[in-house]
């Protein structure tokens, strides 16, 4: 149960309205209620946790709302409702996902209490992402020196075979602690490496120091795969096939055992040269994953030109499996193409019991997610595994 959290209501319908707040008053939420959205600014205040938006409104609608909302830097999560066309939802949600704000789900109208109360259950503080002003982020120079200096270091997330539950491989997570600014998100500085040069210095890094605790832990008698994300600034290098099996030769790992993903989006820029140098990766036996799938603007047709051994569903997708019915279709989808292409598919982002087993029915065949376990250091992996493996004993 969440306590006194401040939520408001924007709604033209008045009695729908009064439901919301009916509802979030008996989970002992701080509610106010907007009727006219033309007043909606007069309401508004930074400290709001969690917006009800309708969408279809007179004279302004939700999503100019939802701009404002952007326009304002607001830390609120939002959930979107309407009476009408449910792709019109989706969408919304999707636009304010790449406006960074968190948007808890959707509500087509009319719905159950329960709907409405299972969305605001799922809230957290810690669950809305925080704003960074790139003022207080570090420099180019900052990263350079952090390069050099053996400021980065790699976390791993397990994937789980979902159907027998066994742990299969880990993806290899590159993370940056600054000594002054704390954990630095990678979305801000490899975009900083790729401007400036540098991708190649951190791929570099990366795919050694992956490779490396792959060894190490098969060594141990561990046996996983290592999933590694590739730039696609590296991936447009010709010699990065042999460069990456020279690299897997010294510390005696097969590629078999290495999945290198690469971006919808990245792979369609410039598809002949990435099917050149993903066919020839293949040719040397490292498997191929597409991920981020379903985010880009790819054609079936450039999917099967590259030969892709995984296929990586968006997060995007999964964390909503459950109550989006758009999310659950594209994912049902994804499953059966993979299939069909005789590709595995794997899901991130899976966050509870439910979409686990949902994802279980339809077919998937490995996930990764805060549910099963969050990124941790290579220490940490070996004790996760066993605890894991006792768990599904019981």
Same mark, same amino acid.
């Given at each position: /149960?969440?306590?006194n959290?401040?939520?408001?209501?924007? =709604?033209?319908?008045v009695?729908?309205?009064d439901?919301?707040?009916e509802?979030a008053?008996?989970?002992?939420f701080?509610v106010?209620s907007? %009727?006219?959205p %033309?007043?909606f600014s007069n309401?508004?205040?930074n400290?709001?946790?969690?917006?009800?938006?309708?969408l279809f409104?007179p004279? $302004?609608?939700?999503i100019?709302l939802l701009?404002?909302?952007?326009d304002?830097?607001?830390?609120a999560a $939002?959930i979107?409702?309407?009476?009408?066309?449910r792709?019109?939802l989706? %969408?919304?949600?999707?636009?304010?996902?790449?406006r960074?704000?968190?948007v808890?789900g959707?509500?087509q109208?009319?719905f159950?209490v *329960?709907?409405?109360?299972?969305?605001?259950?799922k809230?957290t503080?810690d669950?809305v992402?925080?704003?960074?002003?790139?003022a207080?982020?570090?420099?180019f120079g900052e990263?350079?020196s952090?390069i050099?200096n053996?400021?980065?270091?790699?976390?791993?997330?397990?994937?789980?075979n $979902?159907?027998d539950?066994?742990?299969?491989?880990?993806?290899?997570?590159?993370?940056?602690?600054h &000594?002054d600014k704390?954990m630095i998100p990678?979305s801000?500085?490899?975009a900083i !490496?790729e401007?400036?040069?540098l991708i190649?210095d951190?791929?570099?890094y990366?795919?050694?120091?992956?490779i490396?605790?792959?060894?190490?832990?098969? #060594?141990?008698?561990i046996?996983?795969? /290592? %999933?590694?994300?590739i730039?696609?600034? +590296?991936?447009?290098?010709?010699?990065?096939p042999?460069e990456?099996?020279t690299n897997?030769?010294e510390?005696?790992?097969? &590629?078999s055992?290495i999945v290198i993903e690469?971006?919808? +989006? #990245?792979v /369609?820029s410039?598809i002949?040269?990435?099917?050149d140098i993903?066919?020839?990766l293949?040719m040397?036996?490292?498997?191929?994953?597409?991920d981020d799938?379903?985010t880009?603007y790819?054609s079936?047709?450039?999917?099967?030109q590259?030969?892709f051994t995984?296929?990586k569903?968006?997060?995007e997708?999964?964390?909503?499996?459950a109550?989006?019915n758009?999310?659950?279709t594209? +994912?049902?989808i994804? $499953?059966?193409l993979?299939?069909?292409l =005789?590709?595995r598919?794997?899901a991130e982002?899976?966050?509870?019991? #439910?979409?686990w087993?949902?994802?279980k029915e339809?077919?998937? =065949?490995e996930g990764?997610g805060?549910w099963?376990?969050?990124p941790?250091p290579?220490k940490?992996?070996a !004790?996760?595994?066993?605890?894991w493996?006792?768990?599904? *004993?019981?």
């Amino acid at each position: /149960m969440i306590f006194n959290k401040k939520l408001l209501v924007v =709604d033209d319908e008045v009695d729908f309205a009064d439901f919301v707040v009916e509802v979030a008053e008996s989970m002992e939420f701080d509610v106010s209620s907007v %009727s006219d959205p %033309s007043k909606f600014s007069n309401f508004y205040t930074n400290d709001i946790d969690i917006i009800v938006l309708d969408l279809f409104m007179p004279v $302004i609608d939700g999503i100019e709302l939802l701009r404002f909302l952007a326009d304002n830097k607001s830390e609120a999560a $939002i959930i979107f409702m309407s009476g009408k066309d449910r792709g019109v939802l989706h %969408s919304a949600q999707q636009l304010a996902s790449k406006r960074g704000m968190r948007v808890l789900g959707t509500l087509q109208k009319p719905f159950l209490v *329960q709907e409405l109360e299972d969305l605001l259950e799922k809230y957290t503080p810690d669950s809305v992402p925080k704003l960074v002003d790139p003022a207080e982020m570090p420099a180019f120079g900052e990263l350079k020196s952090a390069i050099v200096n053996g400021q980065l270091s790699l976390v791993y997330q397990p994937q789980i075979n $979902i159907n027998d539950r066994t742990v299969v491989g880990v993806e290899a997570l590159l993370r940056w602690k600054h &000594p002054d600014k704390g954990m630095i998100p990678p979305s801000y500085f490899i975009a900083i !490496a790729e401007e400036h040069d540098l991708i190649s210095d951190i791929t570099e890094y990366v795919t050694k120091a992956a490779i490396s605790q792959l060894a190490e832990w098969q #060594a141990q008698g561990i046996s996983l795969r /290592m %999933s590694i994300n590739i730039s696609p600034q +590296t991936l447009y290098e010709l010699d990065m096939p042999e460069e990456l099996a020279t690299n897997a030769e010294e510390l005696g790992v097969s &590629p078999s055992d290495i999945v290198i993903e690469v971006t919808e +989006t #990245a792979v /369609m820029s410039d598809i002949v040269r990435y099917m050149d140098i993903l066919t020839r990766l293949r040719m040397k036996g490292f498997n191929l994953s597409i991920d981020d799938f379903g985010t880009g603007y790819s054609s079936l047709q450039k999917l099967v030109q590259v030969p892709f051994t995984e296929l990586k569903i968006d997060l995007e997708f999964i964390k909503n499996l459950a109550i989006d019915n758009e999310c659950r279709t594209i +994912t049902e989808i994804s $499953i059966l193409l993979a299939d069909k292409l =005789d590709m595995r598919v794997v899901a991130e982002g899976i966050e509870n019991e #439910a979409v686990w087993n949902i994802l279980k029915e339809l077919g998937c =065949d490995e996930g990764q997610g805060y549910w099963m376990g969050k990124p941790m250091p290579a220490k940490e992996v070996a !004790a996760w595994i066993e605890d894991w493996s006792l768990k599904g *004993q019981h």
